[in-house]
């Protein structure tokens, strides 16, 4: 008996212990499954990210298209109109001082709190709209287009002014706003502490503003009122090396009675635009290969306007730009090459590189997006 129940205990004793062996087995191999499709998403993770920065142009501040598709088809639906009669004009990372993106409703509850995004810039031609957004467009908000707070104060304006002139060796008269946006600072050292400066962790609204020059561009922040300006050493542009366009690549010449043209093309929609101005006051603006013409649009400025718009190419020199390009990165995608041209002279350019145009040429590029956006 007492063999019988050894015998029987050995027997259970050895089936649990197989059990446990195989258990064990499984639970390894599951956990170098395991290990292994979690290397894998790594790696899948890392070439998906890397594929995102190197078609991002390796420029952390280029605007997602998903931020863009949901601005625009936003506005599309507010306004009742096609996503094709809108064009994103001007945009520029944030951060947002609270959970109502800086756009709080009337006795609107908003969290305290840091919050990163986009402000975009969107225009059909004959108005602006501005927004706020978060990083990946999923919360966005609407401002008013000509709302108060987006305009520079005088006080601000002077302060920047009398230190680019001083620093350039310039006269304020001969120095321009050429952008200016709200921002709001992390700390009290408005985001540029040099070596060993104590910061206040705090809060700081303000302004970022880029003064143009003869030669140089400079960016400067500051506090809301202008009582602190700071140089952004590191965003100081200098101007982009031109190349010269092949004459095989130069866009027909003017008719008599066309004043100025853009051709825009390429961005996110990868259609071509041409806008043309008339002695008249004419602005006919098509779509080139629409063969129904269906984008075609017509408005119109005053004569006056045309005039102040050809002595700003003459006070400008246009024409020392002639037939000059500024080409985009290496390796960028999805940005919009603009085309102007005078009766005189072409200069070709890009949205990426805008900002880093000669300040002429960026003076320019505003005069033109003045009359445009004024035209009805």
Not at 1 to 23: E, G, H, P, W, Y
Not at 239 to 254: A, H, K, M, N
Not at 317 to 337: E, H, V
Request: some cysteine; aromatic content about 6%; charged content about 20%.
């Amino acid at each position: 008996m007492k063999i019988m129940v050894k015998t029987c205990f050995s027997t259970n004793q050895a089936r649990i212990f197989t059990a446990l062996l195989l258990t064990g087995i499984l639970s390894v191999t599951s956990g170098l499954t395991l290990i292994k499709g979690a290397t894998a998403g790594s790696a899948n993770f890392s070439l998906e990210t890397s594929n995102e920065v190197s078609k991002d142009n390796i420029k952390s501040n280029r605007l997602p298209r998903p931020v863009a598709n949901a601005v625009l088809q936003d506005l599309a639906r507010r306004q009742g109109i096609s996503t094709r009669e809108l064009k994103i004009t001007n945009y520029s990372q944030q951060t947002w001082g609270n959970g109502c993106l800086g756009l709080p409703q009337p006795d609107e509850g908003c969290t305290e709190a840091l919050v990163t995004g986009w402000r975009v810039v969107v225009s059909n031609g004959k108005q602006n709209w501005i927004y706020h957004t978060t990083n990946d467009g999923r919360s966005l908000r609407l401002a008013s287009p000509n709302t108060p707070s987006d305009k520079l104060p005088t006080s601000v304006k002077n302060a920047v002014l009398q230190v680019a002139s001083r620093r350039l060796q310039q006269l304020i008269s001969q120095l321009t706003i050429v952008e200016s946006q709200q921002q709001t600072w992390k700390n009290g050292c408005l985001e540029l502490a040099s070596a060993d400066e104590f910061c206040t962790q705090a809060l700081v609204p303000g302004w970022r503003v880029v003064v143009g020059g003869r030669e140089q561009t400079l960016v400067y922040h500051t506090n809301q009122t202008g009582s602190i300006v700071r140089l952004n050493e590191k965003a100081n542009q200098s101007t982009l090396t031109p190349v010269q366009i092949p004459v095989s690549d130069l866009p027909p010449p003017l008719d008599r009675d066309v004043v100025f043209r853009q051709i825009s093309s390429g961005g996110f929609a990868g259609r071509t635009y041409e806008t043309i101005l008339l002695k008249n006051g004419q602005l006919i603006r098509v779509r080139i290969g629409d063969a129904n013409d269906s984008e075609r649009s017509v408005r119109r400025v005053s004569v006056q306007q045309v005039r102040q718009f050809l002595r700003s190419l003459e006070r400008y020199k246009f024409t020392q730009f002639r037939n000059l390009s500024y080409p985009a990165p290496s390796g960028a995608a999805d940005f919009i090459t603009y085309t102007f041209t005078s009766q005189k002279n072409t200069v070709q350019y890009n949205d990426i590189s805008q900002n880093n145009l000669p300040s002429n040429l960026q003076l320019v590029v505003k005069a033109w997006n003045q009359i445009t956006a004024s035209a009805q």
